[in-house]
């Protein structure tokens, strides 16, 4: 018997929009994962209030605990964690707002939104915020279409989707992979190169 599903999931068309999308900006990502301008506590804030808008149990856990490992204590990953930013950075506040902005107009964020976003941290640590909301758009709808699979395997199917649409996207997601390893290396690459020179 099909039951509602209250949580986004993606079908291939929307998958693969929000998969070009961060792809697009893919170098950007690299360099806020390889040599981040914001901090951890920072950044894991920011995907946790991306997590709590989509409602991904996975990306919520996992980043729940990285941000533990980071130094932030249980209270403020809860409060987190409930869509409330009351325990926050005063100086983390527009990205958080932003983030959860981001999530509920799903990847269409207000333009004024947007350059405040951009007036208020400048163009390396936005950028930095931005590759980890748009990483977190594609794996938190990525996350939730996991779930519905799995309780359609458990004989409980989800409403306006289907086993194998389900199973494309659990598997169309890994396509991010190969091109994120190689701008890795050439990330990778690019600082060795800087390092020669540099001696020489």
Request: with cysteine.
């Amino acid at each position: 018997m099909a039951r509602k599903f209250d949580k986004r999931i993606h079908n291939l068309k929307t998958q693969n929009r929000d998969i070009k999308k961060f792809l697009s900006h893919s170098k950007t990502f690299v360099e806020a994962l390889l040599n981040p301008v914001i901090s951890k506590p920072f950044s894991e804030s920011i995907s946790l209030a991306v997590a709590q808008v989509n409602g991904c149990k996975l990306c919520s856990y996992t980043h729940a605990k990285n941000a533990l490992k980071a130094g932030m204590s249980q209270e403020d990953v809860d409060f987190l964690l409930s869509g409330s930013f009351e325990n926050s950075p005063k100086e983390e506040l527009e990205a958080l707002l932003f983030a959860q902005h981001y999530a509920e107009t799903k990847g269409e964020p207000d333009p004024l939104t947007t350059k405040k976003l951009l007036d208020t941290y400048k163009k390396e640590k936005t950028e930095d915020i931005m590759s980890h909301i748009r990483i977190m758009m594609v794996s938190n709808l990525h996350g939730n279409t996991i779930e519905a699979l799995k309780l359609r395997l458990k004989g409980k199917e989800v409403v306006n989707s289907s086993f194998w649409q389900e199973l494309g996207v659990t598997i169309n997601f890994f396509k991010i992979m190969p091109p994120l390893f190689f701008k890795m290396i050439e990330f990778k690459l690019s600082k060795k190169r800087i390092r020669i020179t540099n001696l020489n």
